[in-house]
């Protein structure tokens, strides 16, 4: 029962999974370039969530679309009454097309600023940059 | 699907930010052809927006229902794809406080840029400045996006746009502290839009819609459902949405624990940049959007959840006001003074926030308007003083009051509305946070606001008094008073700070206190 439930899940669970040592890395690790790649796992953990939810098997993600009264193909419509068809929700995956392409601004913004840090210091580590008080 | 609406307004919602873009994109193209022709087409642009923003203002306050809604995409004829009826393309809505706010962008925009033409040539290197406008038009527009979106992915996109653009201008000088205060800014600013996005998601699962107010109909029905309905477990994943919400605008609002990356960012960047970012990115990207999903989406004066996050709130600004001004203290550098004292007018307007009434949250959005104009006044103060003497440091500014009589005029006038002396805008809307304070049965809370104020004279007076008063420390003989193109945007700042003050009831009445009325609906 229990592994069922976990494996019914499993896209949920990675998904936490990933936001975790994203965010370990994000914090903890002195490197910039760790750092960013840390901010690129919790920004994977999250579009792997919306992906996951757009499933219509494993939960009423769309459950205000047109149901199968609505769908003008009767042998389409039958298919979908009886539950047949994997249903997938275009909306998150659309969504994340257009998160991907932020992150990548924001990637490539960082990666660009951590080159010229490096110019300047001579280091990537923050333990011998940050100057700045908080 | 109602949208019989007139032309005019309607698309001028949409053709601000649509017009901003396409402006960004041609500046480069003409400094290539022609530089002379950039600045008269950055100025007109944001000159139009910031006159097509005043229309928009006059038509919601006209319009019964209190906001202007406009459909972009196809709408299949006015029929819905959907069972329940909701439109598919993208929302636009800009309520009361929306169009405030949208007047307050293009207002000061219009300004800093004027002031631009003068100082950018001193803080941006040569190559870089067709970029430098580019960059502050696409900050503008997305702002702007934030202002006017009804979506819960488009304002999304237009925060993305916004918070992208700042993290470049704030390292546009290249000079090595700047790099560093953008990569922490960078790190905690990717962090919020992680949890934002996150929340967006939990949110769209929940209600089956990114039409923030189709998203707010469906809340109010998961949260009132029985504990036996199959809505009710939906409720644990609107709980956790909002909290990822809250946190990510926290961390972009600068709120207490979060804070460290504004008090680095704003010093670091060019003075006009600071003067946008600690006026209008940290509300817009901040506190306006924590207004809007709190209440306007979420909902949360209906009853769930009200009390806890108030509780919460409050506690969070207080120790945002009290820190923040414990920490402006201790600066040295003028800026940075100015960027902590940012830091505890959020806490400000946090606290209206955190009141739940419609008094606290019109106090909230009359510290927003006024914080935006003074901050941004004193910002513009500062790099006047930079251009010309190249003074950071509070102590090397001795007698620099009579070298340049006004600005250090419009810095006193900027000074005295924070701290709160009586016919500023600043005195105004702190009166009102307190009275509404004492309405809502917390009267002890006005102790906070009174020494946060005695707090602010403490670090605000030091510098009018060692700019007036002090010895000077540097040779500023030669020091004269700065171009006009800096000057006239700072007096009309000033003067703007005088009348929001002596004539407040106008704008309360009109606008603050139905805005507040119509988020707490």
């Not at chain 1, 914090?27 to 370039?33: A, G, Q, R, V």
């Not at chain 2, 500062?382 to 070298?403: F, N, Q, W």
Request: proline content about 5%.
């Amino acid at each position: 029962m229990l592994i069922e439930t976990v494996l019914s899940r499993i896209d949920y669970i990675v998904t936490v999974i990933l936001f975790c040592i994203g965010l370990y890395a994000l914090i903890i690790k002195p490197n910039l370039i760790k750092k960013l790649i840390g901010m690129n796992v919790i920004e994977t953990s999250v579009y792997l969530f919306f992906i996951a939810s757009a499933d219509v098997r494993l939960g009423p993600a769309s459950w205000q679309w047109a149901g199968p009264s609505e769908i003008a193909d009767a042998a389409q419509a039958a298919r979908v009454a009886a539950g047949q068809v994997a249903l997938v929700n275009p909306i998150p995956s659309a969504l994340i097309l257009t998160a991907i392409v932020v992150s990548i601004s924001v990637t490539a913004i960082s990666l660009a600023l951590s080159i010229k840090i490096y110019e300047h210091y001579g280091t990537l580590d923050t333990r011998k940059i940050m100057r700045l008080k908080g | 699907m109602d949208s019989s609406i007139g032309i005019g307004a309607s698309h001028l919602q949409i053709l601000i930010p649509v017009i901003m873009i396409a402006s960004a994109l041609l500046v480069p193209l003409i400094s290539r052809g022609n530089p002379r022709y950039r600045l008269p087409l950055v100025l007109l642009v944001t000159a139009a927006a910031f006159l097509g923003s005043v229309d928009i203002l006059v038509k919601v306050i006209l319009s019964p229902t209190g906001y202007l809604e406009y459909m972009a995409g196809y709408q299949w004829g006015g029929k819905s794809l959907l069972r329940t009826g909701q439109p598919i393309g993208i929302v636009l809505r800009t309520d009361l406080l929306g169009a405030i706010l949208l007047l307050l962008i293009n207002g000061i925009g219009f300004l800093v840029t004027l002031y631009s033409c003068r100082s950018a040539h001193h803080e941006v290197p040569e190559g870089k400045q067709p970029y430098y406008y580019t960059l502050l038009l696409l900050m503008l527009a997305g702002m702007s996006g934030i202002a006017i979106a009804g979506d819960c992915f488009n304002f999304y996109v237009f925060f993305e746009i916004a918070s992208i653009s700042s993290y470049t201008l704030v390292s546009i000088s290249g000079r090595p502290e700047s790099l560093e205060a953008t990569f922490k800014y960078i790190l905690t600013g990717a962090l919020s839009s992680i949890l934002i996005v996150f929340g967006i998601g939990l949110l769209f699962n929940a209600t089956g819609t990114l039409n923030m107010y189709y998203a707010s109909q469906q809340i109010a029905k998961i949260v009132s459902s029985h504990p036996e309905s199959p809505l009710f477990p939906y409720r644990y994943l609107i709980y956790a949405s909002l909290g990822l919400f809250i946190m990510g605008f926290s961390i972009k609002a600068a709120f207490f624990p979060s804070h460290a990356w504004l008090a680095d960012a704003h010093p670091a960047a060019p003075s006009s940049i600071s003067a946008l970012l600690s006026g209008l990115v940290v509300k817009t990207t901040g506190i306006f959007l924590l207004i809007r999903f709190v209440f306007t989406v979420f909902g949360i004066h209906k009853g769930y959840l009200g009390e806890v996050l108030s509780v919460l709130f409050l506690i969070i600004s207080i120790i945002t006001i009290i820190s923040g001004s414990l920490f402006a203290i201790v600066q040295t550098q003028l800026k940075r003074m100015l960027a902590y004292s940012t830091i505890a007018q959020m806490g400000y307007i946090l606290f209206g926030v955190a009141l739940v009434t419609p008094y606290g949250l019109a106090g909230s959005i009359l510290h927003i308007v006024n914080h935006a104009i003074v901050k941004s006044l004193m910002f513009l103060c500062a790099g006047i003083i930079l251009h010309k003497t190249d003074i950071r440091d509070i102590t090397d500014m001795g007698r620099l009051g009579y070298r340049m009589p006004a600005t250090m005029a419009c810095f006193t006038i900027g000074a005295c509305s924070l701290v709160g002396v009586p016919p500023m805008c600043g005195f105004m809307s702190k009166w009102v946070l307190a009275t509404s304070a004492i309405q809502a049965g917390m009267p002890y809370l006005v102790i906070i606001l009174l020494i946060s104020s005695l707090l602010n004279a403490v670090y605000y007076f030091r510098v009018v008094a060692i700019s007036y008063f002090g010895n000077p420390k540097i040779e500023i003989d030669t020091v004269d008073e700065a171009p006009k193109t800096m000057l006239v945007p700072v007096c009309i700042l000033a003067v703007l700070v005088i009348i929001l003050g002596v004539l407040v009831k106008y704008p309360y009445h009109a606008a603050a206190l139905p805005a507040a009325r119509l988020l707490l609906r």
